[in-house]
RNA sequence: GCGCCCAUAGCUCAGCUGGAUAGAGCGACAGCCUCCGGAGCUGUAGGUCAGAGGUUCGAAUCCUCUUGGGCGCACCA
């Protein structure tokens, strides 16, 4: 059982023991380290309940603890009434055997083993390559993707492609004006057209492809060829983005199929069945406002034909047909009203609250030469991720984007991205694993190596005071990991790791490893693979690389 | 006008279910390589946590209002 875990257990059975009122009692980081490892603020919460002094209570709760030796240093009652645990040092330093033994498992855990939770993300309509504000998504998704892997559940990543809707229409209307144009400059340009440039090199494909064949053909006729023509090359084109960008689905869903199998008209006959739909000025339209929204949305126009709404509807609906516990929906905040409205209709179909969970994410303004640039796809300025990528790399994009957590406004400066990517975060990590990784393959000692030798018997010898705060660091890492999927926050991850990678840079610059003492100097080898295991798990946790030199 | 999100050091951001003197990186200034990788390390300066009330033993964190910013308010997708 985790440290805190235990703790909490036994303040609370003693708590109950006693009659004491605390069904869950908090266990937390002290903001102070040297206040020791963890800390608890139960004695001041029972206070007035119990009529008593806060420290008196703490000191009771400390007494009858009697917890292990090889595991916690005698508890302080500090403060007003704190309750303050220190992890002995025995335990400490056995993390280090585990992280040789495991070297891939620290971070893991089962806790979630069977569960099956999907995750749908970046699901943009294949109209238009992926621009930063779909990488903020696609890394976001993934990363939560593999939080909730690494705790043991059963992973789906999924894409949705709107592949049905009026859009293609549009992107299709597109190129064939571009692809006119060759010919005929003046021809028009539909009015909410795509603008961008990759319209006209779509076009330019096209002509290749099928040179004049089209030049004389009505649009009525010839859209469909469009349509498809663009949305496959497009749809390859995110395919191909995405996958140099790490990202890989393990289901691509598309709409058209919903309405193949007539899903559609069940939910919408389901949602009649429930009372939860209903018929106004020839439209039908869902009981929203019963379920928290601030009004009622329309399923089916007027005209018979379904709004986005619906489709979305019987898309989650089949989700949870396919056996998931649980949903992960990742939107960027134009979409925030957009998710009350599918918790709406999805209560309504009667599944429980938290069946799915929405993280929002706020937009990303890019700064360039300055001055903040305006996303667009239908306006020609955009910044893809394929730009981003040749400019500053998939590890440093990746760190980037998942470092600040989703509801931050963030900003993006383009100019600071390109000119000082040195600068970066992700790099005072990496190197920190390039230098450990260093002191292998220069070592004159291998025999020395616990990679040959296995864990040595010295871990007891690690005592230094940096070495301590490193091996809490290691300690930390398994409860953030599980925190930061519980919280849907990947941040929390590259937070611990830059941590990790500080106390691992102050250990190296103050002590050598290779020292004469051959105990201590296997020891601090142990130790110095301990911490180069440890920074490659949380990497690849991330999708980022621990590279063996920089 | 209504709804959602945000406001913490010069800049970019952490601060986990309210807890004990508010943190990091970058930037600024001053230092450290005879030594396993200096993409590193050490020190200094820098904050009325937007403002005002409230709840609480305790508030950056919860509630209300105000100010400022982002996003959304379609029988579009």
Same mark, same amino acid.
């Given at each position: 059982?985790?440290?805190?875990?235990?703790?909490?257990?036994?303040?609370?059975?003693?708590?109950?023991?006693?009659?004491?009122?605390?069904?869950?009692?908090?266990?937390? &980081? @002290?903001?102070? =380290? $040297?206040?020791?490892?963890? %800390? #608890?603020?139960? /004695?001041? *919460? !029972?206070? &007035? @309940?119990?009529? =008593? $002094?806060?420290?008196?209570? %703490? #000191?009771?709760? /400390?007494? *009858? !603890?009697?917890?292990?030796?090889? =595991?916690?240093?005698?508890?302080?009652?500090?403060?007003?009434?704190?309750?303050?645990?220190?992890?002995?040092?025995?335990?400490?330093?056995?993390?280090?055997?585990?992280?040789?033994?495991?070297?891939?498992?620290?971070?893991?855990?089962?806790?979630?083993?069977?569960?099956?939770?999907?995750?749908?993300?970046?699901?943009?309509?294949?109209?238009?390559?992926?621009?930063?504000?779909?990488?903020?998504?696609?890394?976001?998704?993934?990363?939560?993707?593999?939080?909730?892997?690494?705790?043991?559940?059963?992973?789906?990543?999924?894409?949705?492609?709107?592949?049905?809707?009026?859009?293609?229409?549009?992107?299709?209307?597109?190129?064939?004006?571009?692809?006119?144009?060759?010919?005929?400059?003046?021809?028009?340009?539909?009015?909410?057209?795509?603008?961008?440039?990759?319209?006209?090199?779509?076009?330019?494909?096209?002509?290749?492809?099928?040179?004049?064949?089209?030049?004389?053909?009505?649009?009525?006729?010839?859209?469909?060829?469009?349509?498809?023509?663009?949305?496959?090359?497009?749809?390859?084109?995110?395919?191909?983005?995405?996958?140099?960008?790490?990202?890989?689905?393990?289901?691509?869903?598309?709409?058209?199929?919903?309405?193949?199998?007539?899903?559609?008209?069940?939910?919408?006959?389901?949602?009649?069945?429930?009372?939860?739909?209903?018929?106004?000025?020839?439209?039908?339209?869902?009981?929203?406002?019963?379920?928290?929204?601030?009004?009622?949305?329309?399923?089916?126009?007027?005209?018979?034909?379904?709004?986005?709404?619906?489709?979305?509807?019987?898309?989650?609906?089949?989700?949870?047909?396919?056996?998931?516990?649980?949903?992960?929906?990742?939107?960027?905040?134009?979409?925030?009203?957009?998710?009350?409205?599918?918790?709406?209709?999805?209560?309504?179909?009667?599944?429980?609250?938290?069946?799915?969970?929405?993280?929002?994410?706020?937009?990303?303004?890019?700064?360039?030469?300055?001055?903040?640039?305006?996303?667009?796809?239908?306006?020609?300025?955009?910044?893809?991720?394929?730009?981003?990528?040749?400019?500053?790399?998939?590890?440093?994009?990746?760190?980037?984007?998942?470092?600040?957590?989703?509801?931050?406004?963030?900003?993006?400066?383009?100019?600071?991205?390109?000119?000082?990517?040195?600068?970066?975060?992700?790099?005072?990590?990496?190197?920190?694993?390039?230098?450990?990784?260093?002191?292998?393959?220069?070592?004159?000692?291998?025999?020395?190596?616990?990679?040959?030798?296995?864990?040595?018997?010295?871990?007891?010898?690690?005592?230094?005071?940096?070495?301590?705060?490193?091996?809490?660091?290691?300690?930390?890492?398994?409860?953030?990991?599980?925190?930061?999927?519980?919280?849907?926050?990947?941040?929390?991850?590259?937070?611990?790791?830059?941590?990790?990678?500080?106390?691992?840079?102050?250990?190296?610059?103050?002590?050598?490893?290779?020292?004469?003492?051959?105990?201590?100097?296997?020891?601090?080898?142990?130790?110095?693979?301990?911490?180069?295991?440890?920074?490659?798990?949380?990497?690849?946790?991330?999708?980022?690389?621990?590279?063996?030199?920089?």
């Amino acid at each position: 059982m985790r440290p805190r875990d235990e703790l909490r257990s036994r303040l609370t059975a003693l708590c109950v023991q006693r009659g004491w009122p605390a069904e869950e009692v908090a266990v937390e &980081r @002290p903001n102070d =380290r $040297a206040r020791g490892d963890w %800390a #608890s603020p139960v /004695a001041l *919460a !029972l206070a &007035r @309940p119990l009529r =008593r $002094a806060p420290r008196e209570i %703490a #000191s009771e709760l /400390a007494d *009858a !603890l009697s917890l292990d030796s090889t =595991r916690w240093e005698e508890p302080e009652v500090a403060g007003a009434g704190f309750l303050n645990f220190r992890l002995a040092r025995p335990y400490l330093q056995d993390v280090v055997r585990r992280l040789i033994e495991e070297p891939d498992g620290h971070m893991r855990s089962d806790r979630l083993a069977g569960r099956r939770i999907n995750v749908e993300f970046v699901s943009s309509n294949p109209t238009g390559p992926l621009h930063v504000g779909h990488a903020r998504n696609a890394a976001l998704g993934d990363g939560i993707a593999a939080l909730f892997a690494s705790q043991g559940a059963d992973v789906t990543r999924e894409y949705y492609f709107n592949d049905a809707g009026r859009q293609m229409d549009i992107l299709g209307a597109s190129v064939h004006a571009r692809y006119r144009q060759m010919t005929e400059p003046d021809f028009p340009f539909p009015d909410e057209g795509y603008q961008g440039e990759y319209i006209a090199d779509l076009a330019r494909e096209f002509a290749v492809e099928h040179g004049d064949a089209f030049r004389d053909v009505p649009l009525e006729e010839c859209l469909a060829e469009f349509r498809s023509f663009a949305g496959e090359r497009i749809s390859a084109g995110i395919r191909a983005d995405l996958e140099r960008f790490r990202v890989s689905f393990d289901v691509w869903f598309n709409e058209s199929t919903l309405y193949r199998d007539g899903r559609t008209e069940q939910t919408l006959e389901e949602l009649k069945a429930l009372g939860a739909a209903y018929e106004k000025d020839g439209a039908t339209w869902l009981r929203a406002t019963d379920y928290g929204d601030t009004e009622d949305r329309v399923l089916v126009k007027s005209t018979g034909h379904p709004t986005y709404l619906l489709p979305d509807l019987a898309y989650h609906r089949d989700k949870h047909e396919r056996g998931f516990d649980q949903a992960i929906d990742i939107w960027g905040a134009d979409h925030h009203s957009y998710a009350v409205r599918m918790q709406a209709g999805l209560t309504a179909l009667g599944y429980p609250a938290d069946w799915l969970r929405t993280v929002i994410y706020q937009q990303i303004s890019l700064i360039e030469d300055g001055e903040e640039v305006r996303l667009s796809t239908r306006k020609n300025r955009m910044v893809t991720l394929r730009e981003l990528l040749d400019d500053v790399g998939v590890d440093v994009t990746r760190w980037f984007l998942l470092m600040r957590k989703g509801d931050t406004h963030m900003t993006f400066d383009l100019d600071l991205a390109r000119r000082q990517s040195d600068e970066n975060p992700v790099y005072y990590v990496q190197y920190a694993h390039a230098r450990l990784a260093g002191v292998f393959t220069r070592n004159e000692r291998p025999e020395w190596d616990p990679a040959l030798a296995g864990v040595p018997g010295s871990l007891d010898r690690l005592n230094a005071e940096r070495e301590i705060d490193l091996l809490r660091a290691l300690d930390d890492l398994p409860d953030v990991v599980a925190d930061a999927a519980d919280a849907l926050e990947p941040h929390r991850v590259t937070d611990a790791l830059e941590e990790l990678a500080r106390r691992t840079h102050l250990w190296y610059h103050d002590h050598r490893i290779l020292v004469d003492d051959e105990h201590l100097a296997r020891a601090r080898l142990a130790l110095a693979r301990a911490c180069a295991n440890a920074l490659r798990e949380g990497l690849a946790l991330l999708g980022v690389e621990a590279p063996e030199t920089m």
